[in-house]
C-alpha cells in the first residue's frame, strides 16, 4: 500500500498512523497524563468526571459542550504559583505567575485565578473587562498587546494596572500621553524580541525577528525604546523588560538563549542609565500533552530550570536577580478540560489502492476547536458513553462544517463498533479552543459546564441561534 501523507489508512495490508500511534492494548483505556485528574470510567464504562457521568452532563447541557474540571483548573494554577514562589523565593523573593487570559477567560475563571492568588495577563480591552468585573484588582493586571487602543490604554490606567507591555514606539507616545492626561504614572515593561522561537521540541535562535511582537534586540529597537520610555520619567516608570519566545516548549534550552540575551538587555540599561529595573518577564509557552508523543515538565521543574539560568546570569553579569515573572496559559488551562460531542455518522470512505479510513463525525467541530486546522495541532480521543469489546481501528474524527479541513483528531483508535448517538470525548481542549470558537456556519458555541464535588453548572452559557440572529439588524 502506499504512504499516504494526508495521515493514518487502514488496508488489508494493517493499520498506519503517525510514528507516535501505536494500537492501544484496550481501548478503553484512558491516558492520565491527558485527563483532569478526577476523569475515570464508571457505570457501563462511561467517563465521569468529578463523580458526574458524561452521559447525565450531556443530558442536562447538550452537545458540544466544554467540560472544565474547576478543581483540575485551580490545582494547576497553585502547582505554578507555590513552585515559582519557592523556587525563587531565595534568588529574588518569589516571582509573579500571570496566567495568560487568552487561552481561556470568563468571569468565573478570573474569579478562580483571583481567588488562587495569580495575577492576570489580558491582551484586549475585552479581556480588561472581564478581569475588572470578576473583581481582580487592577495591580494584579498585566496588559499585553501589539496595538492598543487609545480607549484600551486608557481603560487599563483608568482600571490602575500594574504593568503595560510595550510594543511599539508609537505606544510608548501613547501611553505616556494618556498618563499625563489621566495625571498617573504608567508601570510599563518592554516586549524585546530576542530571536528565539521556541516551538514543540525545538527552537530555533536567529540574528533578526521577522515577526509583529515587540521590539528587536539585535536591531537596537530594544535598547532605544527603553531610552524613550526614560525620556517620559514624569508619567512612565519602567519596571523591566519582557520576552516571550512560543509556545508548546518542552524543554528549558530556549529559554536559556532568551535568558540569557534579555539579561544583557537587561544590565546594559541599567549600566548606561545608572537605573534599576526591578522586573523581568520570561513569558510563558510551557509545552503539555494533547497526545501521548508529549511529554511536559512540572512547574517545579520548569521553575527550577529558569531560577538557575536566571541565578547564572545574574551572578555572571553581577547584577542583582531582578523579580521574575512568567505567563503560562495552556498549562493552566488546557488538560483540565474536555469537549463533549455526540456522534452523528461513521462512513468508511475507500482511498486509493484498495485502503480504507473511518470518518466518524461528530455535532462540532472546527467553530469550537480551530487548533488542528490552525496549526496542524494533534489530539485525541476515547469513546465517553460506554467502554467496548469490539476491536481498536484506526479513525479520523470530523465536524459538521462546510470545509474538508474540519478536522478534530486525525488519528485515534476507537472501537470499531463506534456509531451514531455514542458521546466522544477530546481531551485537553481548555486552552485556544473556546476563546478562538467561532459561529462558522452559523454554528452557535458550545457552553462552558464547570464541574466540581458531583455539582455541574454552565459558566459560559451555550450560545443560541437567536443570539446570532439578534446581531442582524435587517
Ligand atoms: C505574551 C504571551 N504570554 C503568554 C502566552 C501564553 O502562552 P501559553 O498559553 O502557551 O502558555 C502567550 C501566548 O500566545 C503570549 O503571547
Redesign the pocket.
Known sequence: MRAHEAGALHAEGGHHGPSWLSAPQDVNALVPALWARSVRRGQQGALSVAGLDVRDLASEFGTPAYVIDEDDFRRRARAFKAAFGDVFADLCGGADVYY?G??FLCTAVARWIAQEGLNL?VCSGGELEVAIRAGLPGARIGV?GNNKSVAEIEAALGHGVGRIVVDSFEEIERVAAAAKRLAVMAPVMVRVTVGVEAHTHEYIATAHEDQKFGFSLAGGQAAEAVRRILDHRESLSLLGLHS?IG??IFDTSGFEVAARRVLELHVQVVREHGIQMPELDL????GIAYTTQHDPMSPRELASGMAQIVARECQAEGVPVPRISV?????IAGPSTFTLYEVGTVKEVLLDGGASRTYVAVDGGMSDNIRPALYDADFSCTIASRSSQAPATLARVVGKHCESGDILVKDEFLPSDVRAGDLLAVPVTG?YCRSLSSQYNHTPRPPVVAVSGGVARQIVRRETIEDLLALDLD
Open positions: 495568560a487568552k487561552a495577563d499585553h516571550h509556545s508548546q513569558g510563558g509557552g510551557f505567563e503560562p496559559g495552556r498549562a486552552a
